[in-house]
């Protein structure tokens, strides 16, 4: 008698993953998500310490024995200053500290490999990422110059202003964001669409769930911006979530996080916003309805591409199972021998 073949496993989107390793219990993830946070507030902190103990030492962040002074000096170098290269390091390089707090968090429970957070293939898929950038660069142009050249035309807006930044401390601020900000980036990516998809999907199987819970926590750690802006940040991180879940892996998030931040801080650092700095601490951030409409607009002109892009290229987007392999037929009946 042959004993019946295995159930086929189930075939996994990128937010199901976790499912698939040996070593998945449903409390690793929860631990997962606390040691992440705790670590990441920690190497942050340290991070930021070294930075603002060398601007204090060096005269970038002027020393007031009145504290409320020191305090606002301090509020405005970690609000980043893109024209202060130890402000660009402490702000940028803290954020990207998220990344090994990620990676440490999994391997302190046993999620491993780490290769799981990069895509259905367990790797990054560096031609396809390359290829993303290209859609990435068109949408965020289109974005920026909307915003910075066509809606002050229309009245919605101050004009640009003539670059204020010397040239030298421009190219060597420029210089530290192409360097930094993609590393920023993907570390946000591994933290939100990695991490917290990855947790969720791994108790709740619908996209939908992970995507949003994914969104939320996205758009809450970004407290620098409140209104329109808070909106603008949630419409990035749905969609960077969707192109996510909808091509298995990383890659296109980071392509459009990575390719944003840096142009948009590039820009900032020119000073032809009118000013170098990231937000004004005492002034949040708000935006406003036209600015929202175009982020609406190019951030979903970037999900239909991506999606036409990897249709056409056939970017596999679950992980297939291996075929279980056929179930041995179960040893003679001794009283079958007997008989024989």
Not at 25 to 46: E, K
Not at 223 to 248: D, S
């Amino acid at each position: 008698m042959t004993a019946p073949a295995a159930a086929p496993l189930p075939s996994l989107r990128y937010h199901r993953l976790l499912r698939a390793l040996p070593r998945y219990r449903w409390w690793r993830p929860l631990v997962a998500l606390i040691l992440a946070a705790v670590y990441w507030v920690v190497f942050q902190t340290i991070w930021t310490v070294v930075f603002v103990v060398i601007a204090l030492v060096g005269g970038a962040i002027p020393f007031s024995p009145d504290l409320a002074t020191l305090q606002d000096s301090l509020i405005r170098f970690l609000a980043i200053d893109a024209s202060d290269p130890l402000s660009i390091l402490a702000v940028v390089g803290g954020v990207a500290t998220m990344l090994p707090a990620v990676l440490l968090a999994y391997l302190s429970v046993g999620l491993r490999p780490l290769r799981v957070l990069r895509s259905v293939a367990f790797r990054l898929r560096w031609r396809w990422l390359a290829l993303c950038l290209l859609p990435a660069l068109l949408i965020t142009v289109v974005a920026i110059a909307v915003d910075a050249w066509l809606l002050p035309l229309l009245g919605d807006g101050p004009p640009p202003a003539v670059p204020t930044a010397p040239l030298g401390t421009f190219l060597l601020c420029a210089l530290l964001f192409v360097v930094l900000t993609p590393i920023q980036a993907a570390a946000e990516e591994f933290g939100f669409r990695g991490l917290v998809s990855q947790a969720v999907g791994s108790w709740v199987a619908p996209p939908p769930v992970a995507i949003i819970v994914s969104t939320v926590a996205f758009a809450a750690a970004h407290t620098q911006y409140f209104g329109w802006a808070t909106l603008e940040v949630a419409v990035f991180g749905a969609v960077a979530a969707w192109v996510t879940c909808r091509t298995g892996g990383l890659e296109a998030a980071i392509a459009l996080h990575a390719v944003n931040n840096t142009l948009s801080f590039v820009l900032l650092a020119t000073g032809a916003e009118g000013s170098t700095q990231g937000f004004d601490p005492d002034h949040p951030t708000t935006g406003d309805p036209w600015s929202a409409v175009v982020t609406v607009i190019t951030m979903g002109a970037y999900l239909l591409i991506v999606e036409v892009m990897a249709r056409r290229r056939r970017i596999a987007t679950v992980l297939e199972p291996l075929p279980a392999a056929p179930s041995a037929p179960p040893p003679p009946d001794p009283a079958t021998r007997i008989a024989e």
